[in-house]
């Protein structure tokens, strides 16, 4: 296995361990946070906590291990796709003063445009890595230039996020109702 991936898996591994642990660390904090993302009924937010941080685990000594890569890297891109949903869900609801709850290596920040750009930049390095670690006839010089593509199209969509959320805000303030 190439040294760049290795050294990708564990990064990827450190960051989804230091998160649960701060999770665990701190339980009911996390509970709150996902509680104020208002995605999911009461009753069952405790629920996703305590599977959150599980799979943090998981995912992170999985990725640790650089064995069944190809399966924990699909596992960490799937949850960071869930956290990435839930940020644009309340960004376009208007609620910007929520804490992102990413903890860890990562930090807590509130959430924002530029914390989807980080979640989907890391999806695409989680993804590109895959496609390393499965066909490995692939060059690394076209995983870079895949990736860079990629992120120059990341760029063109939250532009566009952007324009969207500014005919809204036109909208309502002409007096239309946008909901």
Do not use: W
Request: aromatic letters at 12%.
């Amino acid at each position: 296995m190439n040294t760049i991936i290795i050294v990708t898996l564990v990064f990827f591994g450190f960051m989804f361990i230091s998160s649960s642990l701060s999770k665990m660390m701190n339980f009911s904090h996390h509970v709150k946070t996902i509680h104020a993302y208002q995605v999911l009924p009461d009753n069952l937010v405790g629920k996703f906590a305590k599977i959150d941080v599980a799979l943090e685990i998981i995912i992170g000594v999985g990725l640790l291990t650089l064995h069944f890569s190809s399966l924990f890297l699909i596992m960490s891109a799937c949850l960071l796709t869930v956290y990435t949903i839930a940020i644009g869900i309340n960004l376009f609801r208007g609620r910007i003063d929520i804490d992102c709850g990413c903890g860890g290596i990562v930090g807590e920040n509130k959430i924002s445009y530029k914390l989807i750009a980080r979640n989907i930049i890391l999806v695409i390095l989680m993804a590109l890595s895959l496609i390393y670690v499965q066909n490995s006839s692939v060059s690394f010089s076209e995983v870079y230039v895949i990736s860079l593509l990629m992120v120059i199209q990341i760029f063109y969509v939250m532009k566009s996020i952007s324009k969207i959320k500014s005919f809204k805000q036109h909208y309502e303030s002409l007096g239309g109702n946008y909901e």
